[in-house]
């Protein structure tokens, strides 16, 4: 053995007291500008004063190192929080998807969709088919009687029903009838109440017009018998065939029905026509005309 020096002695004293390095922690010096900025500035658990008021300021600051429990706790935080966060935003899209849904499935609304539609479709027919009534009464038929021609004239006496004895009377005539359609959109269907020829008030003779039915812009002649069979006269006409002048009436009536839109849509016409002439003995057995000799009241 070796006597030590003193200077070796020292330092062998000095590394024995010096701690090792791994147990050495290190150390941070941060310079704050003023007493001002410090007061404004935080720090963490790890950093501590040092130095006196009238110096600058030094802090001595050490790592710090988080245990696995708070990183941990953060993580979890974080989590709860994004997860919170999710949920609202989910929350709030199914909230808004069943106020939409909810608004869809209204059955009023649909109830309010039919009946305007409804309503539409009735208020359009409804126009369209005033529009189409109101013009075919621009369209009214033309009815024109033609003529008469008187086949058989017969008076001889006789006695009525109750058997009073009369002169009695036998007619047998034919009256031609012109008919026209002036439409093109629709047919129209005429029926006709009774011909009827009469002399004063004496009814003479009559006769039934078959119903036809005229095409659109069509026209039709109509020959119908006017006829009578053993009227008795009681005294209300005198004549004598060789002088025979008798002034007659001649009443036709013609109901005309068009269907412009089936069944659905329908217009009348009512045709009233009066033919006043003189039966003369020269005329028989020529026809009669009566184009000059009608008037029509519709």
Same mark, same amino acid.
């Given at each position: 053995?070796?006597?030590?020096?003193?200077?070796?002695?020292?330092? @062998?004293? *000095?590394?024995?007291?010096? +701690?090792?390095?791994?147990?050495?922690?290190?150390?941070?010096?941060?310079?704050?500008?003023?007493?001002?900025?410090?007061?404004?500035?935080?720090?963490?658990?790890?950093?501590?004063?040092?130095?006196?008021?009238?110096? +600058?300021? &030094?802090?001595?600051?050490?790592?710090?190192?988080?245990?696995?429990? !708070?990183?941990?706790?953060?993580?979890?935080?974080?989590?709860?929080?994004?997860?919170?966060?999710?949920?609202?935003?989910?929350?709030?899209?199914?909230?808004? =998807?069943?106020?939409?849904?909810?608004? =869809?499935? =209204?059955?009023?609304?649909?109830?309010?969709?039919?009946?305007?539609?409804?309503?539409?479709?009735?208020?359009?027919?409804?126009?369209?088919?005033?529009?189409?009534?109101?013009?075919?009464?621009?369209?009214?038929?033309?009815?024109?009687?033609?003529?008469?021609?008187?086949?058989?004239?017969?008076?001889?006496?006789?006695?009525?029903?109750?058997?009073?004895?009369? =002169?009695?009377?036998?007619?047998?005539?034919?009256?031609?009838?012109?008919?026209?359609?002036? !439409?093109?959109?629709?047919?129209?269907?005429?029926?006709? !109440? +009774?011909?009827?020829?009469? &002399?004063?008030?004496?009814?003479?003779?009559?006769?039934?017009?078959?119903?036809?039915?005229? *095409?659109?812009?069509?026209?039709?002649?109509?020959?119908?018998?006017?006829?009578?069979?053993? @009227?008795?006269?009681?005294?209300?006409? !005198?004549?004598?065939?060789?002088?025979?002048?008798? +002034?007659?009436?001649?009443?036709?009536?013609?109901?005309?029905?068009?269907?412009?839109?089936?069944?659905?849509?329908?217009? $009348?016409?009512?045709?009233?026509? @009066?033919?006043?002439?003189?039966?003369?003995?020269?005329?028989?057995?020529?026809?009669?005309?009566?184009?000059?000799?009608? $008037?029509?009241?519709?």
């Amino acid at each position: 053995m070796h006597a030590k020096t003193d200077s070796e002695a020292t330092s @062998i004293d *000095a590394a024995a007291l010096s +701690p090792p390095r791994s147990a050495i922690r290190p150390l941070y010096y941060v310079q704050s500008p003023s007493n001002h900025d410090v007061e404004k500035m935080s720090f963490g658990s790890g950093c501590s004063l040092m130095g006196s008021p009238s110096h +600058p300021h &030094y802090y001595h600051c050490s790592p710090i190192h988080h245990s696995r429990e !708070s990183s941990t706790s953060r993580f979890s935080d974080r989590a709860l929080l994004s997860y919170k966060s999710i949920r609202e935003r989910r929350r709030y899209i199914n909230d808004g =998807d069943d106020k939409s849904e909810g608004g =869809d499935d =209204d059955p009023f609304r649909n109830v309010r969709l039919y009946a305007w539609l409804l309503l539409s479709v009735v208020f359009l027919f409804t126009v369209f088919s005033l529009i189409l009534w109101g013009a075919s009464k621009h369209y009214p038929p033309k009815v024109v009687v033609k003529g008469m021609l008187v086949r058989n004239l017969n008076v001889q006496a006789g006695n009525d029903l109750s058997g009073v004895p009369t =002169d009695m009377l036998s007619l047998n005539s034919t009256v031609r009838i012109f008919y026209r359609n002036p !439409s093109n959109f629709y047919a129209v269907h005429v029926t006709a !109440s +009774p011909l009827l020829l009469h &002399y004063s008030n004496l009814l003479l003779s009559s006769g039934e017009m078959n119903k036809f039915t005229v *095409a659109r812009h069509g026209e039709r002649n109509v020959m119908t018998v006017v006829q009578g069979h053993q @009227i008795p006269l009681y005294g209300g006409v !005198s004549f004598h065939l060789d002088t025979l002048s008798l +002034p007659l009436n001649l009443t036709l009536v013609l109901h005309t029905k068009a269907y412009i839109l089936g069944r659905l849509v329908t217009s $009348k016409f009512y045709t009233r026509i @009066i033919c006043s002439f003189t039966l003369n003995a020269d005329h028989l057995p020529k026809p009669i005309s009566l184009l000059r000799s009608c $008037k029509d009241y519709h």
